[in-house]
């Protein structure tokens, strides 16, 4: 078990820099998903805490100590990546034993662990079989199996199922997510796949080109992203924005989208001058059919995708995508009506920063919960 701080850390390959002053704590036993799109530096900040990259300033700490100058071999933590570099001429038990005999564990001890290893990823009928003869998801089960052994203080994942085919994908997400339930200990997954994040995560942390955009629970950045880059990263589909300028209300901004109209909304006014550059935000599946008192929207059918239990019905000017229960009439070419409800909608500013309500509650989709 085991706490991790990261501070302020900094990584240059040469002259470029690639992770630029990152900081932030992850507790012990946390579940942490690094989320981002490809290239963010995901892979190097795992590579930094793991000992296997340099850190070119800052300071990570493992339960409290300063480990930049401890070999990753003494850092006691257990890296598992996408290619899952098993030893193809070894048997799977020789695979998940080996680096414990190099460790020079007893023998009985490392069958032991192997053992209970199997046993909690159901490759005990695979033992004596050598990795050629495993499918991808086995595989990658041996590869997580030979860090369980270790007994690490913090599991590190780095995009273990990017190899896998959809539906293993999602097999291989619970059952790490039941490792976790079961060990209980720190584990940090890398992904660039947001539902991955939404779904595994205690913790997700959005990095974007090297820096941290937010760190939160998964339903706090659904809920309350700091930024139009996260919201727009986080959530299926991506949250709709419309462009427009602020109009005042009394205490509220409306936005004024051109060829739309005034969108009011409950971000709060104030400081915000009139005309200033704004964005209002909404996810599809807060978008409502048909035409209500305010903010109704009308555009032209430009596709319809009907999945039987709901709908996805994108308008084109302005460009909108609806995710609507059930089933549609609307097809192609067709104008529509949507209604954007003031309670579901997010406003950035021109920095793209969130603008916060002008009242404080919850969250739309908090008011909505189920069961
Ligand atoms: N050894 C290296 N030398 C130079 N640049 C590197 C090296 N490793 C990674 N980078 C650069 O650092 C950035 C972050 O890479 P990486 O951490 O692999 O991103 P991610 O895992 O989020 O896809 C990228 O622009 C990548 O090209
Ligand atoms: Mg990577």
């Known amino acids: 078990m085991a706490t991790l701080n990261l501070r302020n850390l900094v990584k240059r390959f040469g002259d470029v820099a690639v992770i630029h002053g990152i900081s932030f704590d992850i507790d012990d036993g946390e579940f942490v998903v690094f989320v981002g799109p490809s290239g ?7 590579r930094m805490i793991c000992g296997l990259e340099s850190i070119t300033s800052g300071e990570v700490l493992i339960d409290g100590d300063v480990v930049n100058d401890v070999p990753s071999a003494r850092r006691g933590l257990a890296l598992v990546f996408q290619s899952y570099a098993l030893y193809p001429h070894m048997t799977v038990y020789q695979n998940m034993a080996f680096g414990l005999e190099n460790l020079g564990t007893p023998k009985a001890e490392i069958t032991a662990r192997v ?8 490759l005990e009928a695979f033992l004596q079989r050598k990795p050629t003869a495993l499918s991808g998801g086995q595989r990658q089960r041996v590869a997580i199996g030979r860090a369980i052994v270790r007994e690490p203080k913090v599991f590190l994942f780095d995009e273990p199922l990017s190899n896998l085919d959809a539906e293993l994908r999602v097999g291989m997400r619970g059952e790490i997510a039941g490792l976790h339930r079961r060990l209980k200990t720190t584990m940090i997954y890398v992904t660039h796949d947001q539902v991955e994040a939404m779904t595994m995560a205690d913790k997700i942390v959005v990095l974007r080109a090297g820096r941290v955009e937010q760190v939160g629970a998964p339903l706090d950045l659904y809920n309350h992203p700091a930024n ?13 924005f419309l462009a427009g300028k602020a109009a005042i209300m009394g205490g509220s901004i409306g936005v004024d989208v051109p060829g739309v109209g005034v969108i009011m909304t409950h971000a709060s006014a104030d400081g915000v001058a009139p005309g200033a550059a704004m964005s209002v935000g909404i996810r ?6 048909g035409r209500a008192g305010w903010n109704t929207v009308t555009g032209e059918v430009a596709s319809v ?10 308008l084109a000017g302005p460009d909108m995508t609806a995710q609507l229960p059930g089933q549609t009439r609307l097809g192609f070419g067709d104008t529509a009506e949507m209604n954007l409800p003031p309670d579901a909608l997010h406003v950035f500013d021109a920095e793209g920063i969130s603008l ?9 989709a908090e008011l909505r919960q189920t069961a």
């Open 356 to 364: 916060p309500r002008s009242w404080t509650g919850a969250a739309p």
């Open 284 to 289: 599809p599946e807060h978008v409502l059919g």
């Open 228 to 240: 139009q880059f996260v919201a727009g990263f986080i959530g299926s589909p991506r949250m709709n």
């Open 305 to 314: 995708e009907q999945l039987g239990g709901m709908s996805y019905i994108r």
């Open 40 to 46: 963010c530096g995901k892979s190097t900040l795992l």
């Open 115 to 122: 053992s209970e290893a199997a046993r909690m990823l159901q």
